[in-house]
């Protein structure tokens, strides 16, 4: 299911299971359901947020050349995670990220450690706290 955050909180769109999905070359299956949901708000400077089941750094990069950017939490397992930033041993509060020239990778410590990717902000946009 695909909503909008910011309005009345209407559903935007929907995709019913029916055993066949067609997958976009170079995604995965929750990559590729992501792009169907969300196709129409595609070229438009939009935000999209996802949970850390549809978030992957493929995903990311077709999104970004389709002028839409992307934030969402992500499985520290997933491919092309930068390894540096997962295994930090951080202490409450504390950050690491890593940065290339279109995705931010965060790995923040509260009660347990946040995994999170984003292609609209930077590690700076971030307060450490104490």
Request: charged content about 25%.
């Amino acid at each position: 299911m695909c909503t909008d955050i910011h309005g009345a909180g209407y559903t935007w769109s929907y995709k019913v299971y029916s055993g066949e999905d067609r997958a976009v070359k170079g995604l995965d299956k929750p990559g590729s359901v992501v792009v169907a949901l969300a196709a129409d708000l595609l070229n438009e400077g939009r935000l999209l947020v996802t949970d850390n089941y549809y978030s992957s750094v493929p995903l990311t990069r077709y999104l970004k050349e389709r002028r839409t950017d992307f934030c969402g939490t992500v499985r520290k397992n997933r491919r092309d995670i930068p390894l540096d930033v997962v295994n930090a041993n951080l202490r409450k509060g504390e950050i690491a990220a890593k940065q290339n020239n279109f995705l931010t990778v965060l790995k923040w410590r509260d009660q347990r450690d946040v995994l999170v990717m984003s292609t609209c902000h930077n590690p700076g946009d971030c307060d450490m706290l104490t």
